[in-house]
């Protein structure tokens, strides 16, 4: 045996040192472990245990309905999706007294500001404002009913949605060019943008009503169909509302 330790390299004897330390403070480590952390069934029960043990501070939309004509009128309004708890505070205190614990109320801009001020992660078609310029000081529960916020009148604009496309439109070749010359927009989309959508051109021959070699419109860069492109739509190279040629 002690032969053939003096045939192993110095380098071997070491690295099975180490290995056998680590191993030993791996088991010495577990074993002075609480159980709570090596068995996994005392874990579960001990966290359900203290979970069970915090108090109960939200008391759920659908229990809000038994006394609040508000909740079913959300529930057909673009605030569908979104809990009562969310504006008005954890309400278990109010459900089990109601007389006396009153719900949160929101009345000041700040609070639909949180989620509807303009900001460029927002989805397309999200309701955002301005709300330096939108209606300044007077609270949104004054044009909008909260559990049903459609808006007053009907967007007119594009730019009530799609405020960044429009902020870059405005500074492009294509500023001049209404949205409508290139989309077909139903009147429904302005009521429900998500399900009723606008068009968008779907051939190299509507660009081409101002961008071909024979088009009649003056002033506007010029290309052969045929061959620029090959058989790739003109907005897969071109971004529509900012179209630099490089």
């Known amino acids: 045996m002690k032969n053939f330790l003096s045939k192993v390299p110095d380098s071997v004897r070491r690295l099975t040192v180490?290995?056998?330390?680590?191993?030993?403070?791996?088991?010495?480590?577990?074993?002075?472990?609480?159980?709570?952390?090596?068995?996994?069934?005392?874990?579960i029960q001990s966290t359900l245990?203290?979970?069970?043990?915090?108090?109960?501070?939200?008391?759920?939309?659908?229990?809000?309905?038994?006394?609040?004509?508000?909740?079913?009128?959300?529930?057909?309004?673009?605030?569908?999706?979104?809990a009562c708890e969310t504006c008005h505070g954890a309400a278990q205190d109010h459900v089990e007294n109601p007389t006396e614990v009153k719900p949160e109320t929101l009345r000041k801009r700040e609070s639909c500001v949180r989620c509807h001020v303009y900001h460029q992660s927002r989805p397309t078609g999200f309701p955002q404002i301005n709300p330096v310029v939108h209606n300044p000081l007077k609270a949104c529960i004054s044009c909008h009913n909260p559990h049903d916020p459609k808006p007053p009148h009907v967007p007119e604009q594009c730019q009530?949605?799609?405020?960044?496309?429009?902020?870059?439109?405005?500074?492009?070749?294509?500023?001049?060019?209404?949205?409508?010359?290139?989309?077909?927009?139903?009147?429904?989309?302005?009521?429900?943008?998500?399900?009723?959508?606008?068009?968008i051109p779907v051939n190299r021959e509507f660009c081409g009503k101002c961008h071909a070699k024979d088009s009649r419109v003056k002033e506007t860069p010029k290309v052969d169909l045929a061959s620029h492109g090959e058989k790739y739509l003109c907005w897969q190279c071109h971004y529509p509302h900012m179209p630099e040629v490089e």
């Open 49 to 82: 245990e203290r979970e069970m043990k915090r108090p109960v501070r939200h008391a759920g939309s659908n229990i809000c309905g038994e006394c609040h004509e508000q909740a079913n009128v959300k529930k057909t309004g673009y605030h569908r999706n979104l």
């Open 18 to 43: 180490v290995f056998v330390v680590l191993i030993g403070a791996v088991f010495g480590i577990r074993s002075a472990l609480p159980p709570a952390l090596k068995d996994t069934k005392i874990h």
């Open 160 to 199: 009530a949605c799609h405020g960044e496309i429009a902020r870059t439109k405005a500074v492009s070749p294509h500023a001049l060019l209404d949205c409508t010359t290139c989309h077909v927009v139903p009147n429904q989309h302005r009521v429900a943008p998500r399900s009723v959508e606008a068009s």
